[in-house]
């Protein structure tokens, strides 16, 4: 490729359009602006696989989930009864390519999976699905000893919706992380690698920011009048702001480059915390064994306000009894030989070995903890990020299977309408929005990452009650934020399209588009198409 054919590709994680157009209407928001006003631009649809949580394995793979058979992070042990988070499994698509490529920061991307690729992986990332990692050897170290560790590594998972003050010092180390990925962006693909054709940077703030402040700019959420609110949203426009300097840089540092900008959905309310993590494995514990394990705090029972109160120092904790588990002697065990077991032996640990624990990173997500039960259940939920995930324990999948086959669709259908039945007690509405099946035709063949049943909220539940259960929770927020929002976008300028609204595409088609752009023939495994065809 030409050196004035370069492409420098820029990922904004957790960009919000609506957001974003909102204070560029104020013109708080210049260079956002004119990077709009100069490109090709389309909207993207993630579709249903915004839920797996995997947008960034989705770009650095150029894999949908059907393609690569991977619906979520956390995987099901049919053996062992367990649960587990997995992270980068392919390799980038950057394998694919002839074009000499440099990276920055790009979740999920593994760089041991293509040595021919330069830069740095995991320093601050939201997210970032693989360890830290740099080509040529000797990089990572280089530039930390030139610009330090990543300024906010409390803020990436940041828990601040309590408190004021944790919400304005989190927009505060947030800004000071975009202006140290600016520095070291331009350091890498300026002065130490300059001789590349693609460049791929992510700005991971807005996605922390996003997800924990987002009740500050969203006037119907329900946490927008706590006491908090102000200073998320005062926190929330200066991150943008910050970003939109870091596009700007880019624009004076790179003149000439084709330059892409892309988002590969928006954000919005957090809609399933609650449910998916603590509500639906109580509301099946309870339909199918008569027991429970959620034990609301009394000041959560008793609050009369739209929300159970946390204070400022408080954590998210919600109180369960009867864990059982491992003892904290095998626990330390098993949370030094499980990441190496892994590593060494990772085919046969997808979900073979019985009795092999592995979920210690999810120790913090109530749902983990009704695992004890699962294999006497003839269904129960598995732990979630986003929609709720909801497994039949199936004969002949299952190693403790409850269900026949035979019942399997009849079974499902049942569920399904029982879920259906669940009411959200604070405005009496039907808590669920939307039900999906797995679109495997044999359940036989339904992959560890899968669920049978796929559960999709209609507001943010806090406390849920069913005719056959009664009600549970309530129970306090987690997250203010979540992945609810419309559609990414996608921006393209310095090619040969001209400046304009092209419509809604895929969200897979960027990775198509950038072989396109390069000139290069795109593999027929991949996904998406390029938007210049």
């Given at each position: 490729m030409d050196s004035s054919n370069k492409i420098l590709v820029v990922g904004l994680d957790g960009y919000d359009q609506n957001y974003a157009e909102s204070l560029m209407a104020r013109g708080q928001l210049p260079y956002l602006a004119k990077v709009k006003s100069d490109s090709a631009c389309f909207e993207l649809d993630h579709g249903s696989a915004r839920?797996?949580?995997?947008?960034?394995?989705?770009?650095?793979?150029?894999?949908?989930?059907?393609?690569?058979?991977?619906?979520?992070?956390?995987?099901?042990?049919?053996?062992?009864?367990?649960?587990?988070?997995?992270?980068?499994?392919?390799?980038?698509?950057?394998?694919?390519?002839?074009?000499?490529t440099v990276v920055f920061d790009t979740p999920y991307f593994d760089l041991e999976k293509d040595p021919d690729v330069r830069g740095v992986v995991s320093w601050g990332a939201?997210?970032?699905?693989?360890?830290?990692?740099?080509?040529?050897?000797?990089?990572?170290?280089?530039?930390?000893?030139?610009?330090?560790?990543?300024?906010?590594?409390?803020?990436?998972?940041?828990?601040?919706?309590?408190?004021?003050?944790?919400?304005?010092?989190?927009?505060?180390?947030?800004?000071?992380?975009?202006?140290?990925?600016?520095?070291?962006?331009?350091?890498?693909?300026?002065?130490?690698?300059?001789?590349?054709?693609?460049?791929?940077?992510?700005?991971?703030?807005?996605?922390?920011a996003s997800e924990a402040l987002w009740h500050g700019v969203d006037a119907n959420h329900p946490l927008h009048n706590v006491p908090s609110a102000e200073a998320a949203a005062t926190?929330?426009?200066?991150?943008?702001?910050?970003?939109?300097?870091?596009?700007?840089?880019?624009?004076?540092?790179?003149?000439?480059?084709?330059?892409?900008?892309?988002?590969?959905?928006?954000?919005?309310?957090?809609?399933?915390?609650?449910?998916?993590?603590a509500l639906l494995p109580e509301l099946m514990l309870r339909k199918y064994t008569g027991k429970s394990m959620l034990d609301?705090?009394?000041?959560?029972?008793?609050?009369?306000?739209?929300?159970?109160p946390l204070g400022e120092a408080d954590s998210w904790r919600i109180p369960l009894v009867n864990q059982g588990g491992a003892s904290t002697l095998k626990r330390k065990m098993i949370d030094r030989v499980a990441p190496l077991a892994r590593k060494l032996l990772p085919n046969q640990l997808n979900?073979?070995?019985?009795?092999?624990?592995?979920?210690?990173?999810?120790?913090?997500?109530?749902?983990?903890?009704?695992?004890?039960?699962?294999?006497?259940?003839?269904?129960?939920?598995?732990?979630?990020?986003?929609?709720?995930?909801?497994?039949?324990?199936?004969?002949?999948?299952?190693?403790?299977?409850?269900?026949?086959?035979?019942?399997?669709?009849?079974?499902?259908?049942?569920?399904?309408?029982?879920?259906?039945?669940?009411?959200?007690?604070q405005t009496g509405r039907p808590a669920v929005r939307h039900i999906e099946f797995s679109s495997k035709a044999n359940p036989l063949d339904l992959d560890a990452s899968d669920a049978d049943i796929i559960v999709e909220w209609d507001s943010a539940l806090l406390a849920l009650a069913h005719p056959d259960i009664g009600t549970i929770g309530p129970l306090p927020y987690r997250r203010p934020g979540g992945h609810?929002?419309?559609?990414?976008?996608?921006?393209?300028?310095?090619?040969?399209?001209?400046?304009?609204?092209?419509g809604t595409r895929s969200a897979f088609d960027v990775v198509p588009t950038l072989f396109a752009l390069a000139g290069e023939r795109y593999p027929a495994h991949l996904s998406g198409a390029s938007v210049l065809s």
């Open positions: 839920r797996t949580g995997l947008a960034f394995e989705h770009f650095s793979s150029g894999l949908s989930p059907e393609a690569g058979d991977r619906w979520s992070a956390l995987y099901f042990d049919k053996v062992g009864y367990d649960a587990w988070q997995e992270d980068v499994r392919f390799e980038p698509f950057t394998r694919y390519l002839n074009a000499r939201h997210d970032p699905g693989t360890a830290r990692a740099g080509q040529p050897a000797g990089l990572v170290d280089e530039m930390l000893s030139r610009f330090g560790a990543y300024p906010a590594p409390e803020w990436i998972y940041g828990f601040a919706w309590p408190c004021a003050e944790k919400c304005r010092v989190m927009g505060e180390k947030l800004c000071a992380s975009v202006a140290k990925r600016k520095e070291i962006t331009n350091w890498l693909f300026r002065e130490r690698l300059p001789d590349w054709d693609i460049a791929i940077t992510v700005v991971s703030e807005l996605h922390s926190s929330m426009e200066s991150v943008y702001k910050s970003v939109d300097k870091l596009v700007g840089d880019l624009q004076t540092s790179f003149p000439g480059v084709t330059l892409i900008f892309f988002s590969m959905h928006g954000m919005g309310p957090n809609n399933a915390d609650i449910s998916s993590m609301p705090k009394p000041e959560w029972l008793a609050s009369g306000i739209d929300y159970p979900g073979s070995l019985p009795g092999f624990a592995r979920s210690s990173r999810l120790n913090w997500m109530p749902a983990i903890h009704y695992k004890r039960y699962w294999k006497n259940m003839p269904a129960f939920a598995l732990p979630a990020f986003y929609d709720g995930r909801i497994r039949i324990n199936l004969k002949s999948r299952e190693k403790n299977g409850q269900v026949a086959l035979q019942d399997y669709h009849a079974f499902r259908e049942d569920l399904a309408e029982f879920l259906r039945g669940c009411l959200d007690v609810t929002g419309g559609h990414g976008v996608f921006y393209i300028s310095g090619s040969s399209m001209s400046p304009g609204k092209y």
